[in-house]
C-alpha cells in the first residue's frame, strides 16, 4: 500500500482509485511448467477480490501467450501434475478454487506483447519457475515495458537462477558452502572418462548431479558410484550445458524464507524430511509423503544462524520481494552449509514458502498482499 502512494495510486496509468489489477503470470516453457500453474492457482485464490482485480496470463509450454478467456484452465487440462494433485479433476474435493468452474469465460486467446501485457495492469506478480521465468529474461521484458513486478530484478534472478554462479557469488561473500565442481557439458561429452575421475577425486561417492539452471529438483540425480555418476551426468545434461555437482552430506535440510526489499526479514525455519533418499521432483510433487516440519526441531542458536545466513545471501545477491533459502546442517558436527537460493519459490498450498510465514503469523493473503506492495515500493524505488 505504500508502495502505490509511491508511484501514484495506480501503477501510473491514469485510471481511478479502486481495486489494483493484478497480473499473474503461470505456466511457461520451462519443465516447471506444471508445479507454476499449482502455485498459480495458490496466489489467485490468496489475492483479496475486494481489493484486487486478478488478470490471469497463461504462457503455453511452445511460448504462447494466453489471455482472456480461462487460460489456467486451458493449460491445466494438459497438465498431468495439475490433474494429480486435484484428485483427476479440476479442483474437486481439494477445497482449492476450481480452474475450470467458469465454464463461460470460453478459451483463452494469444496475447500480443508487449504492448498488450500493460494495458490497464497495475502490478505483475509472476509465478514462473525456472528458465524463461525466473531466469531474468521475463524481469527484461517487464523492465521494458515499465510495469511493476513482485520478485527480484533482472541481475538477482539471473545470478540466483544459476546455481553455479550463486555459489561463486555466496563464496565471495564469506557465507559457507558444501564442496562442489562445475562440469560444461562439451567439456563431459569430450572427456567423460576424465570428468568421472576428477569427480570422483576431489568429491567423492555419493555426490549429487544437478542442472545449474533449474529448479523443483528437475534433473537432479545422486550418485553413489562412477556408472550412476554418467546417468546422472548425462540427465542433467538434457536440461543445461552447466552441470553442479555437489559433495554427498549426511545432513538434515533446513528451509527459510524471506520476504522484503532494502530491509529483508526472515521466517521461522522449516525442515524437509524427504520420503525418497533426497528431495527429488517426485518426493516434492508426486507422491505426498515427504514430511516438511514447521517449524524445524533446532535450537534457537541454529535458527538466528540461517535466519542470518538467509537474510546475507538474500543481499548478496541483490534480490527483492521473496526468496526461500535452503541449508544442509550436517548431523556429526553441527555445521551449516548454504545449499541453494530459490527467487521464485514453489507457492502451491504445501509450498515451503508460504508455509514457513503462516507459522511465522503473516498468513497466505497478507503474505501476497505485502509481495504487491513491495513490488510498488520498489518499482517506485527504480523510479527515483
Known amino acids: 500500500r505504500d508502495g502505490m502512494a509511491e508511484t501514484g495510486g495506480m501503477g501510473g496509468n491514469g485510471r481511478a482509485p479502486g481495486r489494483v489489477r493484478v497480473a499473474v503470470l503461470f505456466g511457461g516453457q520451462s519443465d516447471e511448467h506444471d508445479v507454476s500453474l499449482r502455485s498459480a492457482q495458490t496466489v489467485m485464490g490468496a489475492l483479496d477480490p475486494d481489493r484486487y482485480e486478478v488478470v490471469p496470463i497463461g504462457i503455453s509450454r511452445e511460448g504462447q501467450w494466453l489471455a482472456g478467456g ?18 483427476g479433476a479440476s479442483g474437486a474435493g481439494t477445497g482449492e478454487p476450481d480452474p475450470a468452474a467458469d465454464a463461460g469465460a470460453g478459451p483463452a486467446r494469444s496475447l ?3 504492448s498488450e501485457l500493460g494495458a490497464g495492469i497495475d ?12 531466469d531474468g529474461t521475463l524481469q527484461g521484458l517487464l523492465e521494458l515495458s515499465g510495469l511493476p513486478y513482485v520478485g527480484s530484478g533482472v541481475l538477482g534472478s539471473a545470478v540466483a537462477m544459476d546455481k553455479a554462479m550463486t555459489k561463486t557469488i555466496l563464496d565471495q561473500a564469506g557465507l559457507p558452502q558444501g564442496p562442489w565442481l562445475l562440469v560444461q557439458r562439451k567439456e563431459w561429452e569430450r572427456d567423460r572418462e576424465g570428468v568421472a575421475a576428477w569427480v570422483a577425486r576431489e568429491l567423492g561417492f555419493p555426490c549429487f548431479v544437478k542442472p545449474a539452471n533449474m529448479g523443483s529438483s ?34 538434515r535440510e533446513l528451509e527459510v524464507s524471506v520476504l522484503g526489499n532494502d530491509e529483508p526479514i526472515a521466517s521461522v525455519a522449516g525442515e524437509v524430511v524427504p520420503s525418497n533418499e533426497f528431495y527429488d521432483y517426485n518426493a516434492k510433487y508426486v507422491d505426498d509423503r515427504s514430511a516438511l516440519i514447521v517449524p524445524a526441531k533446532v535450537s534457537a542458536d541454529t535458527v538466528a544462524f540461517v535466519q542470518g545466513l538467509a537474510i546475507d545471501a538474500f543481499r548478496a545477491l541483490d534480490l527483492a520481494g521473496l526468496a526461500r533459502v535452503d541449508f544442509f546442517l550436517e548431523r556429526d558436527t553441527d555445521r551449516i552449509f548454504v545449499n541453494e537460493v530459490n527467487t521464485l519459490p514453489g507457492f502451491t498450498a504445501i509450498s515451503m ?14 503474505l501476497v498482499d505485502r509481495l504487491v506492495g513491495l513490488a510498488l515500493e520498489r518499482h517506485g524505488d527504480r523510479r527515483r
Open 70 to 87: 480461462d487460460p489456467l484452465a486451458q493449460l491445466a487440462a494438459r497438465s498431468p501434475l495439475f490433474a494429480l494433485a486435484n484428485g
Open 112 to 114: 500480443a506483447l508487449p
Open 123 to 134: 502490478v505483475v506478480f509472476p509465478v514462473l519457475h525456472g528458465p524463461l521465468g525466473e
Open 218 to 251: 528437475v534433473g537432479i540425480a545422486k550418485a553413489h558410484d562412477a556408472a550412476e555418476l554418467a546417468d546422472a551426468l548425462a540427465e542433467a545434461a538434457h536440461y543445461d550445458r552447466r552441470i553442479v555437482v555437489e559433495a554427498g552430506l549426511d545432513a
Open 353 to 366: 514458502y508460504p508455509r514457513l510465514w503462516e507459522a511465522s503469523g503473516v498468513p497466505m493473503p497478507e
